[in-house]
């Protein structure tokens, strides 16, 4: 049958990518954001090599690349700043392409929001849905502000709290803590800070990437036991207290953190669904379906993956069922190897043993002896 219409519940990353995809192969979406205002958090977003490829194939490669900073090299460095290694990520959308573009998450929204309406998506600020009602031939909704309507399908794309995911599958896929929180901060980037740069300390990570040709974004990756709650006004003190293990650049930041006042800080939390992803004719994506921790930067990837399969196979007039089943049987081994890579990466990261920071750290230096690309990209270049 052929896709008419789709409801895509959340306007991010992923769902905005949706809006744009569908719309550009003639199928009309409304998009549903419970934010009142196109509003996102002021620091950066990391697009490896398959992101950048999934966004070249609707267009969206070149505008991104405007935006950003582009970044071929990634180096592990030890608390001290000595280098434990540098490697060459991999050119995976294309020769002429690089292979990481670094850039602001509001601008990246700002080409989203604008690809989705210019391919004739209308999206909705201030609203979500309360209820979904399941027929043969098309989903009811009714949205929070009271109004009701019906679509062909109907997409959760609202994130690791995902209402969609809570109004079709229930309460049994929760997030999960990982045990680690990150913390991110924007400031002003160094002109030799070309390239991403990742500090291991013991029971703390940090990394530095360069943003624009002025900017750049500090992360910090610490052990967060009981997963406590923090108020703004204690996240510079706090920050810069898990900062002390550092030396050279960071420790210098450390001081600018201190006092600052635009700092975040998220607790790291997975969401682990096991298939089918959809029941009927609602369907998750991205973090609704797969929120991963951002050890690897690849969360953001693999929305943008989904969207662009998803869209693919919905205007392709095959049967619903059918179509969502591909979809499912296309992603889930991509994107649970993001999962479990990222938790592994996470965990080798905040070991908080110094014996077994210096073998991790040991480990780097033997491994990646010779310039190469980082292991997991292998696999993720292969095609989606």
């Known amino acids: ?12 990353i992923g769902g905005l ?6 719309g550009q192969r003639g199928i009309r979406s409304d998009v549903a954001e419970l934010k009142a205002a196109e509003s996102v958090y002021g620091v950066g977003i990391i697009q490896p090599g398959n992101a950048l490829r999934a966004l070249k194939s609707i267009g969206l490669m070149e505008p991104c690349l405007r935006a950003g900073f582009q970044v071929d090299e990634y ?27 670094m850039l602001p998450r509001p601008a990246l929204h700002e080409i989203l929001r604008s690809a989705a309406e210019k391919a004739g998506a209308k999206v909705r600020l201030g609203i979500t849905i309360d209820e979904l009602s399941q027929h043969e031939n098309r989903v009811d909704v009714t949205f929070s502000n ?24 229930g309460q049994e896929f929760a997030p999960r803590f990982t ?18 740069g990742m500090y291991l300390g013991v029971g703390v990570k940090a990394g530095l990437v360069p943003l624009t040709m002025d900017t750049m974004y500090l992360l910090l990756v610490s052990n967060e036991p009981g997963n406590p709650r923090f108020e703004a006004d204690q996240l510079g003190p706090l920050l810069a207290e898990r900062m002390k293990p550092f030396k050279g650049v960071l420790a210098w930041l450390r001081q600018e953190v201190a006092t600052a006042r635009d700092i975040i800080y998220v607790p790291i939390e997975e969401v682990i669904l096991p298939l089918p992803w959809h029941r009927g004719r609602v369907v998750l994506i991205g973090d609704a379906a797969h929120a991963s921790s951002p050890h690897i930067a690849q969360g953001a990837a693999m929305a ?18 059918e179509a969502l089943s591909a979809f499912e049987r296309r992603r889930f081994s ?38 190469q690309p980082r292991p997991h990209e292998l696999t993720l ?4």
């Open 146 to 169: 009271g109004e009701k309507s019906s679509y062909d399908i109907v997409v959760g794309a609202d994130g690791i709290r995902s209402k969609v995911r809570q109004l079709t599958f």
């Open 304 to 321: 943008i993956e989904d969207a662009v399969v998803l869209a693919e196979l919905l205007s392709q007039g095959t049967e619903i069922e």
């Open 334 to 371: 991509r994107c649970k190897f993001v999962q479990d890579l990222s938790r592994k990466t996470g965990e080798d990261g905040n070991i908080d043993d110094p014996d077994l920071c210096s073998t991790r750290n040991d480990n780097i230096r033997r491994t990646f002896a010779t310039p």
């Open 17 to 22: 990518t949706l809006a744009a995809a569908l």
């Open 381 to 384: 270049a292969e095609p989606i």
């Open 75 to 101: 180096r592990y460095y030890d608390a001290d700043e000595n280098l434990l290694a540098s490697l060459w990520p991999l050119r995976v959308a294309g020769p002429d392409a690089p292979a990481m573009n």
């Open 179 to 196: 045990g680690h929180g990150v913390w991110r901060y924007t400031t002003r980037r160094p002109p030799e800070l070309d390239f991403q």
């Open 1 to 12: 049958m052929t896709v008419q219409s789709v409801l895509i519940v959340g306007g991010g």
